[in-house]
């Protein structure tokens, strides 16, 4: 999908950065908040497989990428989730499948939570969204400074093999944690103690258990950010749910297991 370079809408008064591809139901993907991450970086293996058979969005969230922070400089899961909404209004999209990656996880189960009019099927992948004591993994990302070695630590932790980090790879995620106001708008976003973001992007357990949409939860069993029992709590919340756990796989399902992830979420989708 690289050579999609995408196009900026005005969504609430903010330049938001989406790409597009395909046609059909749409389908929302929503990244995760690594720095430098944006939703190119995150959704590039997923996104050709997904757009065979649907309408393809991948926004760059609010403060991510090349969209612009809010107005106020202060980030919320609300302020997330009224962003995530108004650009729908602006696609014209009334109902659509979401899928959410760690932080898109929950801002995905929070969106499905108060807006359920808005959201057909619901795929969480190695997602937040329940209280947790916060991993060294995840206080690391958050905590992020600008550094190629601290980059590269940083996707070691994300991936169960290694051997996927190379020097080419954390150079240009470096780079693009480094791009104009981009570390600026990621280190406002979650300051030191770290906990309280978690909790703060927890839905409450009565909302997550009123869940009614069916619902494909994914985790990799070996994620060293997420703990899999946030997957495993989350599967007895939503009824209508179902759990794919990947051995020998981090926090990087849809890198990891790029062709099986994609076969799993496109047949869930369809069927």
């Not at 999609?4 to 950065?17: E, K, N, S």
């Not at 969005?57 to 609010?62: M, R």
């Not at 992007?201 to 899999?228: F, K, N, Q, S």
Request: charged letters at 20%.
């Amino acid at each position: 999908m690289g050579a999609d370079p995408g196009r900026l809408l005005d969504v609430m008064g903010v330049a938001t950065h989406v790409i597009e591809a395909g046609a059909g139901e749409a389908v929302l993907l929503l990244h995760g908040s690594g720095p430098g991450v944006s939703a190119e970086a995150n959704w590039r293996l997923a996104m050709p497989p997904l757009a065979e058979n649907f309408r393809v969005i991948a926004p760059d969230l609010l403060g991510f990428g090349q969209t612009g922070a809010p107005s106020d400089g202060r980030y919320s899961m609300d302020s997330w989730v009224a962003h995530v909404v108004a650009l729908l209004d602006e696609l014209g999209v009334e109902k659509t499948h979401v899928v959410g990656n760690s932080f898109g996880g929950g801002l995905a189960l929070r969106l499905t939570a108060r807006h359920p009019e808005r959201v057909n099927r619901l795929v969480l992948m190695g997602a937040v969204g329940l209280e947790f004591p916060i991993t060294e993994g995840l206080d690391d990302v958050w905590g992020y400074e600008p550094s190629v070695a601290g980059m590269r630590r940083l996707l070691e932790t994300f991936a169960y093999d290694p051997a996927l980090v190379n020097d080419d790879l954390a150079e240009m995620r470096y780079r693009a944690s480094m791009a104009p106001g981009v570390q600026e708008r990621y280190s406002a976003m979650f300051p030191a103690p770290r906990q309280r973001w978690v909790d703060a992007m927890a839905t409450p357990v009565d909302e997550v258990r009123a869940i009614a949409a069916e619902t494909l939860i994914v985790h990799g069993r070996d994620d060293r950010v997420i703990p899999l029992d946030v997957s495993l709590r989350l599967a007895h919340l939503i009824d209508r749910s179902q759990l794919h756990v990947f051995g020998r796989c981090g926090h990087w399902t849809q890198i990891e297991h790029a062709e099986p992830f994609n076969r799993l979420v496109c047949d869930f989708l369809r069927s």
